[in-house]
């Protein structure tokens, strides 16, 4: 089962949160220590853009959708060992979108808990795992191991895995074979993330190597797969000392889920289809419920907490309305945005991403502004958001704004002055001051509603 199976079958569960084992106090000071030495470097001006742009053709050289990534404040790509897009190796296809925009930042995808066994770009990472029978079986270490589904099989990447004649267990060796083959050969880029961080396995296996088939929603076994990921960190830290570490938090956010070992670790981390898909929690819990699970991401973060708020477009790159929702919501606290449309390798630009709306002066909100609707005030400008369920809303504002002049949708983003902002249902909206603010400023007519 995968990170999204997992999050479409858990969805709507509601489960009392589990007792996690708490982090080591020394791997809580290193994360914090690593956090506060990244955070000040990244304070983008808002919106604030990013992408995991992990699959299709990897043509990363094509200097078309170069531009298009360094339009962007970070990205994922993918990177295996021999990949050189049309013949250029991935780090001078690095070097290229960098010196379009030296502020942008590049990080590449890896992970530690499946494998295709059949992928001859990682035959030599394959190897080893058969050598040492890393894989996750059902009981031992023996049999047939667990399947990964299309991804391939489930590898065993907790603490209790035999270590090699070096000494390494399974999460030890495959993170350094992700510095050496991964990092080692594009040093451009700025980090890792890693795929399926999640605070609980995906699959039931014999993790612990006891003969005993942990389930899924085992206590322990959660403890184990956490206190693995935690190690892979204190791993990659030590050997890429000062680079990003982010990776694949969708179950962050669930109301169930223990972070205990996750406190403060990664820098960052992609909220994969908070919204958007029928498992989102936006679909089934409301708007409330996705930004508390937003918000608890956002909080268990450390560093420049570079969270990716995705929104997933299932395949339609022209839903404004849901675009400007998504993109608004996402507004109401520090993320970044990213619209996943069609695929993941797809960089969409609209009318709304051209607003400068600078830092922000207020706070994420806590309550409604105006009738249901929510606010948050930028130097530049201001996001609203009307949550579904709301209904049809017109709101009035304390002074004259400018709506955006785009060509998208012409109706909206025509340029005109306006005192007051009417919004659909399951809607959002960017509007441009006349005079920007530099000073925390409060909204009028707030609201609890």
Do not use: H
Not at 53 to 80: E, H, M, R, W
Not at 215 to 242: E, F, K, N
Not at 249 to 271: N, R, S
């Amino acid at each position: 089962m995968d990170r999204r199976e997992f999050l479409a079958a858990t969805a709507a569960l509601a489960v009392a949160p589990a007792t996690g084992m708490a982090q080591s106090a020394s791997t809580s000071a290193a994360a914090s220590a690593a956090a506060s030495a990244l955070s000040s470097a990244y304070a983008p001006p808002f919106p604030r853009l990013a992408a995991y742009i992990i699959g299709g053709a990897f043509n990363y050289n094509d200097p078309t959708y170069q531009a298009s990534i360094a339009k962007l404040n970070f990205s994922v790509l993918t990177y295996y060992p021999s990949l050189a897009p049309g013949g250029e190796s991935m780090n001078v296809c690095i070097q290229a979108i960098k010196a379009l925009n030296p502020n942008t930042s590049i990080l590449l995808y890896v992970k530690n808990n499946e494998m295709e066994t059949n992928d001859e770009a990682y035959s030599a990472f394959i190897s080893k795992i058969n050598d040492m029978n890393w894989w996750l079986y059902p009981v031992g270490q023996s049999g047939t191991p667990v399947s990964a589904g299309s991804y391939g099989q489930e590898i065993n990447n907790t603490l209790f895995t035999a270590k090699d004649s070096s000494g390494l267990n399974s999460v030890d060796w495959m993170s350094q074979w992700f510095v050496q083959n991964i990092y080692g050969p594009n040093s451009a880029a700025d980090g890792f993330y890693m795929d399926n961080f999640n605070w609980q396995p995906t699959v039931a296996g014999d993790w612990s190597l006891s003969g005993v088939t942990a389930a899924i929603t085992s206590t322990l076994a959660g403890t184990w797969c956490r206190q693995g990921y935690a190690r892979y960190v204190q791993d990659v830290r030590q050997a890429m000392p000062g680079k990003l570490q982010i990776g694949n938090v969708a179950t962050w956010g669930m109301p169930q889920a223990v972070l205990t070992e996750y406190e403060g670790i990664l820098d960052g981390g992609a909220i994969e289809s908070i919204i958007g898909q029928t498992y989102s929690i936006e679909s089934y819990g409301g708007w409330q419920a996705m930004i508390s699970y937003y918000r608890q991401v956002m909080a268990t973060l450390g560093g420049p907490k570079l969270a990716i708020f995705a929104q997933d477009g299932n395949g339609n790159s022209t839903d404004y309305q849901g675009m400007r929702y998504g993109l608004a919501s996402c507004l109401m606290d520090n993320g970044y945005y990213y619209y996943t449309s069609p695929s993941y390798d797809t960089v969409n630009w609209f009318d709304e991403f051209n607003a400068s709306l600078g830092q922000s002066v207020t706070s994420p909100p806590t309550a409604a502004w105006q009738s249901g609707v929510y606010r948050r005030d930028f130097q530049n400008g201001i996001a609203l958001v009307n949550p579904k369920g709301n209904g049809a809303q017109t709101v009035k504002l304390e002074t004259s704004f400018v709506k955006l002049n785009g060509t998208q949708v012409p109706s909206i983003n025509n340029g005109s002055t306006v005192t007051t902002a009417t919004l659909a249902d399951r809607d959002g909206l960017i509007l441009l001051r006349q005079t920007p603010v530099t000073q925390p400023k409060s909204p009028t007519n707030l609201s609890a509603g």
